[in-house]
């Protein structure tokens, strides 16, 4: 079953619970360029407030970001009442100073212990991405679900040509053997090369074609990163 991204809107009228498109206009251009029978976007599931805890991102108006503030700002203050082990005690001292300057959790310098005494508490909102919205995304949010699905730390990759030019959701830091298991596992199993175009290759050359003529597609092996926004082709045994 393929997952999606789960991300919370908060103060955004066009983003309603449900699933969206993450309509990276990267994709329109490359649609443009390579003749194929349809355009599939990675999709993102965008859910209510009642699921905070369960969501990698926020995408909220900027008046809505106070409250995710002053959420763990008394998170912290209830952990601190309950008498925590001192390193815990030590994390959230630190994350109450930085909330109290307006800033997020995720701003406070915690070191390798700390993290891991917060682990086992799921109540702190901050710590994951809180993408705000400007006065242009309220008005067209597909721009902010782009941003936001950045922030929380995907990329994707491209496949294109025949029936399909498609985005595929990985996260940054994923090797091309990793892609190859988001598209089948059979393809990850046979691994053998993946041919790779860098988006801006495509673009420059006007295509897959031209890119290829212009010396641009690469081989690359299982341990490749891929970039944001790589075309590629997957070799593999059958």
């Given at each position: 079953m393929r997952s999606f991204m789960k991300m919370c809107a908060l103060g955004i009228p066009g983003l309603a619970v449900g699933r969206h498109n993450v309509k990276d206009p990267r994709l329109d251009e490359v649609d443009r360029l390579v003749e194929a029978k349809k355009k599939t976007y990675v999709q993102v599931d965008v859910v209510g407030e009642e699921e905070l805890n369960t969501v990698e991102a926020f995408a909220v108006a900027p008046e809505r970001r106070p409250d995710l503030l002053l959420q763990d700002l008394e998170f912290v203050e209830t952990r601190l009442g309950r008498g925590p082990g001192e390193v815990e005690r030590r994390a959230l001292l630190k994350l109450r100073a930085v909330l109290e300057q307006d800033r997020t959790a995720a701003e406070a310098e915690l070191t390798p212990e700390e993290r891991e005494a917060l682990s086992v508490h799921s109540?702190?909102?901050?710590l994951r991405p809180v993408v705000v919205a400007t006065e242009e995304e309220l008005e067209r949010p597909e721009r902010l679900v782009v941003r936001t699905y950045a922030a929380a730390g995907y990329i994707s990759f491209l496949t294109v040509g025949g029936k399909e030019n498609r985005a595929w959701k990985i996260r940054k830091g994923a090797t091309a053997w990793e892609a190859a298991g988001v598209?089948?596992?059979?393809?990850q199993r046979g691994f053998i090369r993946a041919e790779v175009i860098s988006f801006e290759d495509?673009?420059?050359h006007g295509g897959?074609?031209?890119?290829k003529r212009a010396g641009k597609l690469r081989l690359e092996t299982r341990d490749y990163v891929v970039q944001d926004y790589d075309v590629?082709?997957?070799?593999?045994?059958?």
């Open positions: 109540g702190l909102l901050t598209i089948h596992s059979d393809i495509l673009v420059a897959e074609t031209g890119a590629m082709h997957f070799r593999f045994n059958k």
